[in-house]
């Protein structure tokens, strides 16, 4: 897995960027425009960032981990083609102007996935039988598409590219792609929120905390704003049950600072 951002300058000057939209509202100087966009930020008031976009490039994630990047959205804008069904839509917004498109994943279509590569779940790479098992079954699932494909060819079905976009199909949720998705300040803090924390799906935590880790390479004020929902509340909004317990339920918050009142 790797993942860069790919318009870094513009994320360079995100909070310039965000003032000199938002300057509007007190009819400031758009001189001040990097301290308003900071200000923003800090209180929370993220309207004027929502033109805003940073954008990322992520290679060999699993098309699972890419399908479940589509929930917890905030910021995100589509448009609307109702005659394609929803992942098909995916694939064929291929324009990242800001003001509209936010993801382009690559496609099961049209791309003849050769020995393709795939992502192993931890605890099935620490059985030894579980792994071979999976590895085996990865191997048949590659060797069975490429005989659809050249049979549907060979029997004069279709021509090679029909043939691929139909022997595709079988390709499991573990196929590795490349997906480009970009996000605005709001919509990746929010998405942060939700994917740093402890109960996220392990390749969903991974991708969240590579982005981070881009970010901080950039922008690492901003980068400082990225952390899990119970950080940002300073209380665990999970239950009991599925807490990790690094910080305390609503109720025992309130119950501390009830004592310390």
Known sequence: MKIEIINKEELIDLYKNHGLFAC?????????????????????????SRCEYIKFRLYDIDRGSSEQLMRHEI??????????????????????????IVKNMQS????????????????????????????NLMDSIDRTRKEIRDILVDEGICDYKQAV?????????????TLTIGFTPEAL??????????????????????????????????????????????WCPESKRKTCK???????????LDQIK
């Open 75 to 100: 910021g995100v804008s589509y448009d609307e083609i109702d005659k394609y069904a929803y992942n098909d839509r995916i694939e064929i917004l291929v324009d990242l102007n800001p003001s509209s």
């Open 165 to 177: 976009e139909d022997a595709n199909f079988v390709l499991p949720r573990a196929t590795n792609l």
């Open 189 to 234: 803090m929010h998405f942060m929120h939700k994917r740093l924390c402890t109960r996220s799906q392990e390749f969903i935590r991974k991708i969240a905390v590579q982005m981070k880790a881009e970010v901080n390479s950039v922008l690492p004020e901003y980068a400082s704003q990225l952390v899990p929902h119970c950080q940002h509340l300073l």
């Open 24 to 48: 509007t509202c007190y009819d400031t100087d758009d001189k001040y425009a990097d301290k308003v966009g900071k200000s923003c930020n800090e209180s929370q008031h993220m309207s004027g």
């Open 108 to 135: 099961f279509r049209y791309v003849d996935k050769n020995e393709f590569t795939y992502s192993i779940p931890t605890n099935i790479i620490k059985s030894t039988k579980a792994l071979e098992r999976y590895e």
């Open 246 to 256: 690094a910080y305390p339920s609503k109720d025992e918050l309130i119950k501390i």
